[in-house]
T-cell receptor
Framework: RKEVEQDPGPFNVPEGATVAFNCTYS??????FFWYRQDCRKEPKLLMS???SGNEDGRFTAQLNRASQYISLLIRDSKLSDSATYLC????????????FGQGTELSVKP | NAGVTQTPKFQVLKTGQSMTLQCAQD?????MYWYRQDPGMGLRLIYY???????DKGEVPNGYNVSRLNKREFSLRLESAAPSQTSVYFC??????????????FGPGTRLTVT
């Protein structure tokens, strides 16, 4: 079983749609959680950290459920510029802060 | 402020050749990392350096060596390239994990093909 699993997609949605990505992680010692965004053939960039209380940044909302070992990302009012691959990432502090990446979920927003 | 830089951007090697991928960061970060990214596999950690003077193996270290030359630079060496090492290689850096600004910043990547 992969340590971090995501639905690979692709998700094809029209502009203005709401789309949700799900992610599960297997190591209960995971302590920090992130969503990174990766544009085609570019480097990953941090989109947002994920906190236990849930957090929102504009059109983006991230949720964490430690009991279920589940992380989600909700994008409201999708824009063409949201088209990218979204990477679910967890960190284990007791292993030098290494990040474990999911394989990514591809999103394509169409006009 | 260039962030994380990597050289070269592209490289083609023949099986058995060696090369070194260079990485430098100008953010005064303590930790540096090397990843490879293959289709459908996500990013996998090859080696990391939690601080200057230390290096540790990641998930896929076989066939690679690293050197943390100083706080700024972290190089990755392929001693005898194999086709299985065809991949996109990313270098990243961060402040110490657990800090409020623990975010990994990535370089633009090196696209390596081994024939």
């Amino acid at each position: 079983r992969k340590e971090v699993e995501q639905d690979p997609g692709p998700f094809n949605v029209p502009e203005g749609a709401t789309v949700a990505f799900n992610c599960t992680y297997s190591n209960s010692a995971s302590q920090s959680f992130f969503w990174y965004r990766q544009d085609c053939r570019k480097e990953p960039k941090l989109l947002m950290s994920v906190y236990s209380s849930g957090n929102e940044d504009g059109r983006f909302t991230a949720q964490l459920n430690r009991a279920s070992q589940y992380i989600s990302l909700l994008i409201r009012d999708s824009k063409l510029s949201d088209s990218a691959t979204y990477l679910c990432v967890v960190s284990l502090y007791n292993q030098g802060g290494k990040l474990i990446f999911g394989q990514g979920t591809e999103l394509s927003v169409k006009p | 402020n260039a962030g994380v830089t990597q050289t070269p951007k592209f490289q083609v090697l023949k099986t058995g050749q060696s090369m070194t991928l260079q990485c430098a960061q100008d953010m005064n970060h303590n930790s540096m990392y090397w990843y490879r990214q293959d289709p459908g596999m996500g990013l996998r950690l090859i080696y990391y350096s939690a601080s200057e003077g230390t290096t540790d193996k990641g998930e896929v270290p076989n066939g690679y060596n690293v050197s943390r030359l100083n706080k700024r630079e972290f190089s990755l060496r392929l001693e005898s390239a194999a086709p299985s090492q065809t991949s996109v290689y990313f270098c990243a850096s961060s402040e110490a994990p657990g800090t409020a600004t623990y975010e990994q910043y990535f370089g633009p990547g090196t696209r390596l093909t081994v024939t």
